[in-house]
């Protein structure tokens, strides 16, 4: 069975502060994709990054990174220096098998308030 | 706009009626998806089509439950005798046929059931 966990119900920063937030998933397959989704007020998922199975290179975009260990089958993601527009909901998300079909199994999701 | 979109936004209806929700991929996305959103959880997977044919179905989706497309373009996701149970928000995806990088979600249709 697959499955993915989202520990941190909620978080509350200060503007400025990094911020992680922890993603661990299950799975028995050894070809996967790990997602991360943000979902703001409004509604509908963005996309944010896609990870696969045999590259665990670490990830830097702007503010953001990822962090993926299969060794503790964990896909953290960190916001420095965050601001008051990244508050939403941020989703992990596991898909097995084959690319291209996205039959995503999603965490309970972490809601981050960023604070002026 | 040429992102997906969803039909309507917010459904109130009274339990035991029906109720039917479109949704409009991107042009060129051949697979299509519907996933449900309760309060405080992460979207499940309901069912996928390519083309018109649907090509899996979670044990999620009850028999009131019946999802189409019949041409292979918009989709329309029906639930008779709806319930308080069904109150959520039902999000849409579309997806390119090759695979691409990820499925692009429309808005959702939030669905209360009084």
């Known amino acids: 069975a697959q499955k993915v966990t989202q520990a941190q119900t909620e978080i509350s920063v200060v503007e400025k502060e990094d911020v992680t937030l922890d993603c661990v998933y299950e799975?028995?397959?050894?070809?996967?994709?790990l997602f991360w989704y943000k979902q703001p007020p409004s509604g509908e998922l963005v996309f944010l990054i896609r990870?696969?199975?045999?590259?665990?290179q670490n990830e830097i975009s702007g503010r953001y990174s990822w962090n993926f260990q299969k060794s503790t089958s964990s896909f953290n993601f960190t916001i420095t220096a965050s601001q008051v527009v990244d508050s939403a909901v941020y989703f992990c998300a596991l898909s097995v098998g084959a690319s291209g079909t996205y039959k995503y199994i999603f965490g309970t999701g972490t809601r981050l308030k960023v604070l002026a | 706009d040429t992102g997906v979109s969803q039909d309507p936004r917010h459904k109130i209806t009274k339990r035991g009626q029906n109720v039917t929700f479109r949704c409009d991929p991107i042009?060129?996305?051949?697979?299509l998806y519907w996933y449900r959103q309760t309060l405080g959880q992460g979207p499940e997977f309901l069912t996928y089509f390519q083309n018109e044919a649907q090509l899996e179905k979670s044990r999620l989706l009850s028999d009131r439950f019946s999802a189409e497309r019949p041409k292979g373009s918009f989709s329309t996701l029906e639930i008779q005798r709806t319930e308080q149970g069904d109150s959520a928000m039902y999000l849409c995806a579309s997806s390119p046929l090759n695979g691409g990088t990820e499925a692009f979600f429309g808005q959702g249709t939030r669905l209360t059931v009084v």
């Open positions: 990870r696969n199975s045999f590259d665990e």
């Open positions: 799975t028995r397959d050894t070809t996967y994709y």
């Open positions: 042009s060129e996305h051949n697979r």
